[in-house]
């Protein structure tokens, strides 16, 4: 059974830089084909796709947001770490995190899909 | 704004047939990137429905389908049933500054 839970705190401070960790089992990033990403959904809007990192440690960024964004991964541990600096009151949402996968072998990264979701972490930015 | 974009809701009485749309551009859609829908219950996480634009992952009823043409994709629900209530969104890949995976605004689903 494939299971991810994301941890972090749940208020920062404007400017300062949010790190959030993403805990799986199931599955590993050490096999081919296998990914997280993280997504993010402010309060009563749409989904926002953020990162993604590869199990051959590829990273894809949100174009927009690229400068703030930093993935990571320790396969050993079956965790993946997203760092954002200098946060924003806009940046307050619930942060998800999500195996991604191309469901099978030689698919090209662009066809991979997000299919199992962790239940989320919800982080306010206020001082 | 969203690269994709969703009717904001779509409502229809139980056992009726509703389809929601996603329309996107010649940098996603239209260039032959697949289109995922997610489904998401009040207070959840989403939730994979329809992956490679009409694939149905295990589980998930054959009530819904995708279907995808041109620079457009669309859901349908037949059968619809109270528990099929949620938000719907479409997702793409996009090749342009926006991306590269991008997701529609979203469409709330009611059931009558």
């Known amino acids: 059974q494939v299971t991810l839970r994301e941890s972090g705190p749940a208020l920062v401070k404007p400017t300062q830089t949010l790190t959030l960790t993403c805990t799986f089992s199931?599955?590993?990033?050490?096999?081919?084909?296998?990914?997280v990403s993280w997504i993010r959904q402010p309060p009563g809007k749409a989904l926002e796709w953020l990162a993604r990192?590869?199990?051959?440690?590829?990273?894809y960024y949100n174009t927009p947001l690229k400068t703030r964004l930093i993935i990571s991964k320790d396969s050993s541990k079956n965790q993946v770490v997203l760092t954002m600096t200098n946060m924003d009151p806009v940046d307050t949402a619930t942060y998800y995190c999500a195996r991604t996968t191309g469901g099978q072998p030689g698919v090209p990264y662009f066809y991979y899909y997000m299919d199992v979701w962790g239940k989320g972490t919800t982080v306010t930015v206020s001082s | 704004q969203s690269v994709l974009t969703q009717p904001p809701s779509v409502s229809g009485a139980p056992g009726q047939r509703v389809t929601i749309s996603c329309t996107g551009s010649t940098s996603n859609i239209g260039a032959g990137y697949d289109v995922y829908w997610y489904q998401q219950l009040p207070g959840t996480a989403p939730k994979l429905l329809i992956n490679?634009?009409?694939s149905r992952p295990s589980g998930v009823p054959d009530r819904f389908s995708g279907s995808k043409s041109g620079t457009s994709a669309s859901l349908a629900i037949t059968g619809l049933q109270a528990e099929d209530e949620a938000d719907y969104y479409c997702q793409s890949y996009d090749s342009s500054l926006s991306g590269p995976w991008v997701f529609g605004g979203g469409t709330k689903l009611t059931v009558l």
């Open positions: 490679g634009n009409s």
């Open positions: 990192i590869d199990w051959d440690d590829d990273k």
């Open positions: 199931g599955f590993s990033l050490r096999t081919s084909g296998m990914c």
